[in-house]
């Protein structure tokens, strides 16, 4: 039997997209299986909130670097 991971949802930060099947794409800051850490997640959950896929959490230092790396791409883009 799978075990239920337990999760908080502290602070929505943002939705990055919505599917017509009302799963949403969202920057949220979460803290996962009581371990108190409260990081950066990336990652779709159903309308409320009781579903979810496989994301990605980031830490507060990570943000820096990552939006550096986001926007040299973007810029790529734009020069395209």
Do not use: Q
């Amino acid at each position: 039997m799978d075990e239920e991971i337990k999760y908080t949802i502290h602070e929505h930060i943002g939705t990055v997209y919505c599917k017509p099947n009302g799963w949403r794409m969202e920057l949220n800051i979460v803290s996962w299986a009581d371990d108190g850490a409260k990081l950066y997640d990336l990652r779709r959950w159903n309308s409320n909130h009781t579903k979810y896929s496989r994301g990605a959490r980031f830490s507060e230092s990570d943000l820096k670097p990552l939006m550096e790396i986001i926007k040299k791409r973007l810029e790529e883009i734009e020069h395209e």
